[in-house]
T-cell receptor
Framework: NAGVTQTPKFRVLKTGQSMTLLCAQDMNHEYMYWYRQDPGMGLRLIHYSVGEGTTAKGEVPDGYNVSRLKKQNFLLGLESAAPSQTSVYFC????????????FGPGTRLTVT | GENVEQHPSTLSVQEGDSAVIKCTYSDSASNYFPWYKQELGKRPQLIIDIRSNVGEKKDQRIAVTLNKTAKHFSLHITETQPEDSAVYFCAASIPGNQFYFGTGTSLTVIP
C-alpha cells in the first residue's frame, strides 16, 4: 500500500516550457487535490477533484490545468511555465465524508528559470 | 472564500514546557479543522483533527480546542520534546472538502 505517490520528485524548467506532474493514490479515495507551498504562505489549493472525470478550481488556479481520467490518478499541467510557478507541489487525497483526512504525497520541487 | 489566520509564525519553548498555536477562520460553514506537522523536506502529516460539533479533543500530549462562536481553534502541546520541533499548520474545511491552510508556525523546542 503505497498511499499517495508523486512523479517527478524534482524538475527544472525554462520559462515557457511545459510539463505534467502525476499523482497516484491506491486508497480508493474519491477526492484529490493539488497544492503549492511557498515560504511563509502555507499550502494553497490549486485545483481539486471530487471524483473521476470532475475537476474544480481552488484558490490559485491560474496557469495550471488538471485532469482526472482515472479515479486513482490526478494530473497537474503547466502549459507555459513562469518563474512565479517555482514552488513545492503537493498532491493529496481524502475520503468524501467526515473526517476528511487528507493524505499527502512526498512533493515535487519545481524550479522555473 | 474561507480565510484562515495562524499565530504566532515562530515559537520557541524550553523542553518540557507547553506550546500553544492559535488559528481563526472566517467561514461559519467550515466543519472540519485538522492540524498538520511538517518536518523539513517532508510532507505534511495529520497529527490531530476536530469536527465542528466537538469542543475539545485530546491525544496523549496533543489537544485541540474549538470555539465556533468566536471562530477560533487552538493546538496545545504539553511536555514538549525536541522531536516536536517542526512547522505546524492549521486548516479549515468547508463543505465540499475544500481546505484552507494557515501560514504555519515554526516551533523550536530547546533542549
Amino acid at each position: 500500500n503505497a498511499g499517495v505517490t508523486q512523479t517527478p520528485k524534482f524538475r527544472v524548467l525554462k520559462t515557457g516550457q511545459s510539463m505534467t506532474l502525476l499523482c497516484a493514490q491506491d486508497m480508493n479515495h474519491e477526492y484529490m487535490y493539488w497544492y503549492r507551498q511557498d515560504p511563509g504562505m502555507g499550502l494553497r489549493l490549486i485545483h481539486y477533484s471530487v471524483g473521476e472525470g470532475t475537476t474544480a478550481k481552488g484558490e490559485v488556479p491560474d496557469g495550471y490545468n488538471v485532469s482526472r481520467l482515472k479515479k486513482q490518478n490526478f494530473l497537474l499541467g503547466l502549459e507555459s511555465a513562469a518563474p512565479s510557478q517555482t514552488s513545492v507541489y503537493f498532491c493529496a487525497s481524502s475520503t468524501s465524508g467526515l473526517p476528511y483526512e487528507q493524505y499527502f504525497g512526498p512533493g515535487t520541487r519545481l524550479t522555473v528559470t | 472564500g474561507e480565510n484562515v489566520e495562524q499565530h504566532p509564525s515562530t515559537l520557541s519553548v524550553q523542553e518540557g514546557d507547553s506550546a500553544v498555536i492559535k488559528c481563526t477562520y472566517s467561514d461559519s460553514a467550515s466543519n472540519y479543522f485538522p492540524w498538520y506537522k511538517q518536518e523539513l523536506g517532508k510532507r505534511p502529516q495529520l497529527i490531530i483533527d476536530i469536527r465542528s460539533n466537538v469542543g475539545e479533543k485530546k491525544d496523549q500530549r496533543i489537544a485541540v480546542t474549538l470555539n465556533k462562536t468566536a471562530k477560533h481553534f487552538s493546538l496545545h502541546i504539553t511536555e514538549t520534546q525536541p522531536e516536536d520541533s517542526a512547522v505546524y499548520f492549521c486548516a479549515a474545511s468547508i463543505p465540499g472538502n475544500q481546505f484552507y491552510f494557515g501560514t504555519g508556525t515554526s516551533l523550536t523546542v530547546i533542549p
